[in-house]
């Protein structure tokens, strides 16, 4: 069974720093393009940042470039996102999600649940 | 980036109903459209694919059709548990990703 189960989420002050974790499971982690989709409470879906199977590809939106790093850890069968400089803006239910097909022009199918990352003073 | 925009934003229908979701695509995505459905707390669920294709699992009252800049996704008679939020994605030009707005489907 595919899992994939993010951590690291919590409260933070404006200006700092959290890393996120996706553990994955249930599938060859490494064949897999993986994602990091964000949503605002009460908003709608926003793709974050994207990381091709060997790490070798990346792509962010244009609202966390410079800000946020996503890598991967293929012997560790985990996804990062190292989130700085963080904004009130940023404060969302981030989910790790893993594409329908090892790669190529394909939608996310697995999803984690999610962690709430809250930027409050 | 190309902008997805879904209509209408929250709609009201009764169990039984036939109802119909659009999303457009400011420039032509091909057939690279995907619908997913979330539910309150969770995490969106993959319904269809490639505009039509439904993907394993999926009730077959679900349908999508659609390319190039006009999609659209039917619920041919609405469960109770179909009442969601319904989004479309476009994954045919990336960076970045688009979805939708969201639909919300409430119950009459």
């Known amino acids: 069974e595919v899992q994939l189960v993010e951590s690291g989420g919590g409260l933070v002050q404006p200006g700092g720093s959290l890393r996120l974790s996706c553990a994955a499971s249930g599938f060859t982690f490494s064949s897999y393009e993986m994602n990091w989709v964000r949503q605002a409470p009460g908003k709608g879906l926003e793709w974050v940042s994207y990381?091709?199977?060997?790490?070798?590809?990346?792509y962010y939106a244009d609202s966390v470039k410079g800000r946020f790093t996503i890598s991967r850890d293929n012997a560790k069968n985990s996804l990062y996102l190292q989130m700085n400089s963080l904004r009130a803006e940023d404060t969302a239910v981030y989910y790790c999600?893993?594409?329908?097909?090892?790669?190529?022009?394909?939608?996310?199918?697995?999803w984690g649940q999610g962690t709430l990352v809250t930027v409050s003073s | 980036a190309i902008r997805m925009t879904q209509s209408p934003s929250s709609f009201s229908a009764s169990t039984g109903d036939r109802v119909t979701i659009t999303c457009r695509a400011s420039q032509g995505i091909s057939s690279y459209l995907a619908w997913y459905q979330q539910k309150p707390g969770k995490a969106p669920k993959l319904l269809i694919y490639a505009a039509s294709t439904l993907q394993s699992g999926v009730p077959s009252r679900f349908s999508g059709s659609g390319s190039g800049t006009d999609f659209t996704l039917t619920i041919s008679c609405l469960q109770s548990e179909d009442f969601a939020t319904y989004y479309c994605?476009?994954?045919?030009?990336?960076?970045?990703?688009?979805f939708g707005q969201g639909t919300k489907l409430e119950i009459k």
């Open positions: 994605q476009q994954y045919y030009s990336y960076p970045p990703y688009t």
């Open positions: 990381i091709s199977s060997s790490g070798s590809t990346i």
């Open positions: 999600a893993r594409v329908l097909r090892g790669s190529g022009y394909y939608p996310f199918y697995y």
